[in-house]
Structures are given as C-alpha cells and as structure tokens.
C-alpha cells in the first residue's frame, strides 16, 4: 500500500491548474492577435433604376419566341440580305440552313430560330428554306439553293 496518497493528488491538480492557465493564456494572446479591421467608409451605389429587359430576348434565350416575334411583311423583308448556301433536311420539321444574311459568312440556322431582325426559320426542303415572321405565320420569304452545275 502507499504510505502517502495526498502529495500524488496535489501533484495531479497542480498539474491540471498550470495546464488549464496555459490554455487560457494561450487563448487570449490569439484572440488578441486576431485584430477586427474597422469598418471603412461606405460607398453608395448611385443606380438610375430597374435594368431595362426586352421580352422578345429573354423569349428566344429560354427557346421560345414565337409568340410575341413581330410580324414582317413581306413588303419588310428584303430578298437580297439572305442567300442559302446549303441545307440539311431531316424527317419530322427538323434540319438545319446555311444562311448569309446581309454579305456576312454564312451560319447554320436551326428550324424555328430567328434569322436576322424579323424572320424565323420555318421549314426547310430538299433544296430550300422558308423564312417568316413566326413558325406558325405565313411564309414571307423561300429561299432556294442555286442550280447544279452540269456534269
């Protein structure tokens, strides 16, 4: 047996008390050390108002924009701005038109995007594209594919 169980448990607490205001040094020198920027000046933002949004847009970029498209008549619609370089006709309303409009290099057109400022692309054939003012609206423009030269 131990003739003197007291100093080992002073010596425990001891220990523990110094450990204990170690940790409790250590924590107040770094969240001393942590220094909290003032706040600086404010800056108001000066803003003139709601940012404008054209529906039409906000239509074709969520893929509709039909509904609301303008309608060109073909009075509008000058032939001369659009040429049709080439056509990829599926089954089904699908494919896709090589278009130039206005001299620009010619770009794929799906069915149903827009092509220029009024006009959508409403079908296309074998060797041609129907243009409009919507899917549904009557054709205001058929474009076709030049001759093939003679073999």
């Given at each position: 047996?131990?003739?003197?169980?007291?100093?080992?448990?002073?010596?425990?607490?001891?220990?523990?008390?110094?450990?204990?205001?170690?940790?409790?040094?250590?924590?107040?020198?770094?969240?001393?050390?942590?220094?909290?920027?003032?706040?600086?000046?404010?800056?108001?933002?000066?803003?003139?108002?709601?940012?404008?949004?054209?529906?039409?847009?906000?239509?074709?970029?969520?893929?509709?924009?039909?509904?609301?498209?303008?309608?060109?008549?073909?009075?509008?619609?000058?032939?001369?701005?659009?040429?049709?370089?080439?056509?990829?006709?599926?089954?089904?309303?699908?494919?896709?038109?090589?278009?130039?409009?206005?001299?620009?290099?010619?770009r794929p057109f799906r069915v149903g995007s827009p092509v220029g400022d009024a006009l959508v692309l409403q079908a296309v054939s074998a060797r041609s594209a129907v243009l409009g003012a919507t899917r549904e609206a009557?054709?205001?423009?058929?474009?076709?594919?030049?001759?093939?030269?003679?073999?």
């Amino acid at each position: 047996m131990q003739a003197y169980p007291h100093p080992l448990w002073s010596l425990r607490i001891t220990t523990f008390a110094l450990a204990a205001l170690a940790a409790a040094s250590a924590a107040y020198w770094v969240l001393n050390g942590v220094v909290v920027a003032p706040p600086g000046p404010v800056v108001a933002l000066a803003m003139s108002g709601p940012p404008q949004v054209d529906p039409q847009a906000v239509a074709r970029l969520l893929g509709g924009g039909g509904a609301g498209a303008k309608a060109a008549s073909p009075a509008q619609v000058a032939p001369s701005r659009y040429a049709l370089t080439g056509v990829v006709a599926g089954s089904s309303q699908r494919g896709y038109a090589l278009i130039s409009v206005d001299g620009q290099p010619a770009r794929p057109f799906r069915v149903g995007s827009p092509v220029g400022d009024a006009l959508v692309l409403q079908a296309v054939s074998a060797r041609s594209a129907v243009l409009g003012a919507t899917r549904e609206a009557p054709a205001a423009l058929t474009l076709d594919l030049p001759p093939l030269a003679p073999r």
